[in-house]
């Protein structure tokens, strides 16, 4: 769980505006290196050459001669913990840039570089203090916090920070999934709400939207719908610009049977520049399940759905538009969705399976080809496209193709009897198509047996 968070929130939190790599690649001004002789400086400005050629050996040697010349020399002793670095000799590392500190003091680049032996070397907690330190010198630090805080077992330090900078430089839609996957995997960490507290501060601050947002969760958690609409209703009263109360609105009025007011919830969320992409989606998605909208309604979708493709160009959004198509068995307005996501991203296989399927019912069998011949260069071990691909052959009545494309389809499957009996049935049409008789039967007989394990 650990893991996948730590990966996770790697992924999506954002660098500082600096990066450390920059930090380190900074060059040496003549004048940082104090009072020195021409030796010394010939010295150093070598072992610099020697780092930029990826020598640190060299570096090294040459640095060190640097410090017998001047043993205090903070410029030094930073090159050398950088070239220790280099070669993975943490604690030596380590043990220079801290020298160099003393020296010089706690500036940016020593403790930045200081952080990465650290992380490098899998020391988090020394990494932590480490990035405090460098929090309380350049607060763009804070975006790595959260991160660190993950990687040693604190998830609700982690979820402090990222409401903290929330609040300081406003929302981020990486910052808001790492949020949710945190509370999700780690519930006891959710912040405990009190309903009174919470209601004392909507009436002394009747514009408090952060009170109205989380007393609707608390209500919505302990299934208090009219409670939520009560404090929905007083919210849209006293911030008729807000539309975060219909982040909850939208699945109780479905609930209800109150239609109607769901697709008006839907479509502010849609419309709003509160929400990030993939909140909209997810209210989408939702939608989907909801089982009762009557169909007589799909008017009222059908404008919230047309405004909403419309703004986005995102391959998860056409993918659940196209799944909604699915489910109201409409094909055409489906496989028009999933088209749209291929442009946006042609190597999705989910796609491409689900524009294949959904072409054969269509019956546009050159569509299956050339699209299952494509991707077949992408993913030359999947079965499915090899059948999908001679499906459309033997409507094309290309039945030499469609066998060889069997065949190899054949050749890749592990424990999938259903396909298998697929592919044996296709090969028997083709085999029957092409006059051979015996072959077709013999395919035939493969599928039957297949049919009854």
Known sequence: MIKNLILLSSLLLTAPLFAQEEVAEQEVNVDDLGNVNDEFKETFFNALAEKGKQNHDRAITLLERCLELQPSNAAVLFELGKNHLSNNAFAKAEDYLLRAIDSKGENEWLLDTLLEVYQ??????????TLKKLVAINENYEELLPLQYIKTGQPDKALEV?????????????????????????????????????????????????AYIK?????????????????????????????????????????QGMVENGMES???????????????????????????????????????????????????????LGDY??????????????????????????????????????????????????????????????????????????YDDAIMQLEMGLSYLIDEPK????????????????????????????AEALSKT
């Open 215 to 255: 007393l609707i969760y608390l209500y919505g958690k302990q299934n208090e719908s009219d409670k939520m609409l009560q404090i929905a209703a007083q919210m849209e009263e006293n911030l008729p610009q807000s539309d975060k109360a219909q982040l909850a609105l939208y699945k109780i009025y479905f609930d």
């Open 266 to 320: 839907m479509q502010r969320i849609f419309e709003s520049d509160e929400f990030d992409l993939e909140t909209k989606i997810k209210v989408l998605n939702d939608f989907i399940q909801v089982e009762n909208v009557d169909a007589t309604d799909s008017s009222l979708l059908e404008k919230a759905i047309t405004n909403f493709s419309a703004e986005v160009d995102d391959t998860q959004a056409m993918k659940v």
């Open 162 to 210: 990222l409401e903290g900078l929330d609040k300081r430089i406003g929302e981020s839609a990486n910052r808001n999934l790492l949020k949710r996957q945190l509370r999700s995997q780690f519930p006891g960490k959710e912040p405990i709400l009190d309903e009174q507290a919470l209601l004392d501060q909507i009436e002394q601050q009747p514009e408090n939207e952060e």
């Open 419 to 446: 396909m298998e009996q697929d592919i044996y049935q296709q090969l028997a049409r083709a085999y029957e198509k092409k006059g051979n008789t015996t072959k077709a039967a013999e395919m035939r007989s493969k």
């Open 325 to 398: 198509y699915l489910k109201r068995k409409d094909p055409s307005n489906a496989i028009a969705f999933y088209e749209k996501g291929l442009e946006t991203n042609p190597d999705d296989y989910d796609l491409i399976k689900n524009v294949a399927l959904l072409s054969i019912d269509l019956k546009d069998y050159d569509r299956v080809e050339n699209l299952t011949s494509s991707a077949l260069e992408l993913y030359p071990a999947q079965p499915l496209l090899y059948l999908l691909n001679a499906i459309a052959q033997n409507h094309l009545e290309n």
């Open 120 to 129: 490098e070397n899998n020391d988090q907690d020394k990494a932590l203090e």
